[in-house]
């Protein structure tokens, strides 16, 4: 038995537009300092991606046409929530860690002892500013293999939302690869830094072969 709740569905799709657009405008209003930045704008830029997938999934579900794949998009706006809220939580970690970056970068270093500890500073700040993006790449790519597994399985009325989404998750994954390349070489555990180099590295080009495996689908 399949009810479909299409006024539930897009009260919950627009609450999340809604949250995604008040988030957009209270962030950059009142911009005077570094920070939010480029990695901000990577995780919100994702967010609307997963937000997309949300709503796709939302308005199968209880289709009938669709039946055979109800669980399929039941989990699928269950998961993509959990990636929205991560990508939403992601905003904010990237702006805390680059407010530590400049924090450390602004440090006193005339003395010796003032250069080292200003070294260790960002070496320490830098993990937390490699660390935020490179956790969006990961929640971005997985959202972008659950939008491929929806191509053909969900509401083929709204196809080209799952493509856009693709869009905006490969390009979220994407300029977030750039800011875990900008922080990893000041961070001194240099096994560590290699490591997530390598991860970012593999991220980045996931997400753009199931981005075009998606959009690809459409021809």
């Not at 005077?32 to 990695?39: E, L, R």
């Amino acid at each position: 038995m399949f009810i479909a709740c299409r006024a539930c569905a897009a009260d919950h799709v627009r609450f999340s537009a809604d949250r995604l657009a008040l988030r957009a405008v209270g962030l950059f209003r009142d911009v005077c300092g570094p920070a939010p930045g480029g990695g901000a704008v990577a995780a919100l830029t994702a967010a609307q991606g997963a937000a997309l997938i949300m709503m796709v999934a939302n308005l199968t579900i209880g289709k009938k046409k669709y039946a055979e794949y109800e669980e399929l998009n039941i989990g699928a706006r269950d998961e993509a929530r959990t990636y929205l809220e991560q990508l939403m939580k992601g905003v904010d970690e990237d702006k805390e860690a680059f407010e530590q970056v400049s924090k450390a970068y602004s440090m006193a270093k005339q003395t010796d002892s003032e250069k080292a500890a200003r070294r260790e500073a960002i070496a320490i700040a830098s993990v937390g500013a490699a660390d935020a993006p490179l956790k969006l790449m990961r929640a971005g790519v997985c959202a972008l293999r659950l939008a491929a597994d929806m191509i053909g399985k969900s509401n083929a009325n709204l196809v080209s939302d799952l493509y856009v989404a693709a869009l905006n998750l490969n390009a979220g994954v994407q300029a977030a690869s750039y800011n875990v390349a900008a922080n990893i070489p000041y961070i001194a555990d240099r096994e560590l830094a290699a490591s997530w180099g390598a991860e970012a590295g593999e991220l980045a080009g996931a997400a753009a072969e199931l981005a075009g495996q998606i959009l690809d689908a459409g021809n």
